[in-house]
């Protein structure tokens, strides 16, 4: 007779058990920031390929530019911005959340402001019986200076009316005024000074 083998139903429980501790505790550092998203990641590998200043393909400058439009990049390019300075790494977490406090001010400036450029790109689009004022919107991105300064702006947009600013513009502009949008983004340096 062939011998059966039984399979232990508590070790198969305690490897699951171990499995999903293991994942529920990385979201859970994703989350609050300690480990970075995969998400984060690549936009952090973008940020330095585009500041290194390498050839870069039309692909992947549009692909900054909608970057550009995403709420969470300006951190992405604050972290970049920190890591440059070669003594950030050996500061007191005091010191380095002074330091970020000081880069954000000198960056990015007075967060009401930009709340302001969101109300504008939000007035950009008209009710249905008046047309559309797509060069409001277009002055609000010459206006800022940098990429960080359209994401943050995108952020104060996203935090007042619950929607993507890229979703958006696409909902009153056509793929020639985006492209407009995306060529003032491309030109704009990733951070700069307000």
């Not at 390019?77 to 406090?101: D, G, M």
């Not at 007035?123 to 991105?141: G, H, I, M, Q």
Request: glycine share 4%; hydrophobic share 40%; proline share 3%.
């Amino acid at each position: 007779m062939a011998e059966t083998k039984n399979i232990d139903t508590k070790a198969i429980l305690n490897i699951g058990l171990l499995i999903g501790a293991f994942l529920v505790g990385k979201k859970l550092l994703e989350t609050f920031g300690v480990l970075k998203t995969t998400e984060e990641k690549a936009q952090e590998e973008q940020v330095k390929t585009l500041e290194e200043g390498t050839s870069a393909d039309q692909t992947t400058i549009q692909q900054n530019a909608n970057l550009a439009l995403t709420p969470n990049y300006f951190m992405t390019i604050l972290r970049y911005a920190l890591e440059k300075n070669p003594k950030y790494k050996t500061y007191s977490k005091e010191q380095k959340e002074a330091t970020a406090k000081k880069y954000i001010q000198l960056y990015i400036g007075d967060p009401t402001i930009y709340l302001k450029y969101a109300e504008d790109i939000a007035r950009a689009k008209n009710v249905w019986w008046l047309p559309d004022s797509e060069e409001k919107a277009f002055a609000v991105f010459r206006l800022l200076k940098s990429q960080q300064q359209i994401s943050y702006m995108a952020y104060r947009f996203y935090e007042k009316y619950k929607i993507d600013l890229l979703e958006y513009l696409k909902t009153f502009m056509n793929t020639e005024q985006l492209a407009q949008v995306q060529t003032i983004i491309k030109n704009k340096p990733l951070f700069a000074l307000r």
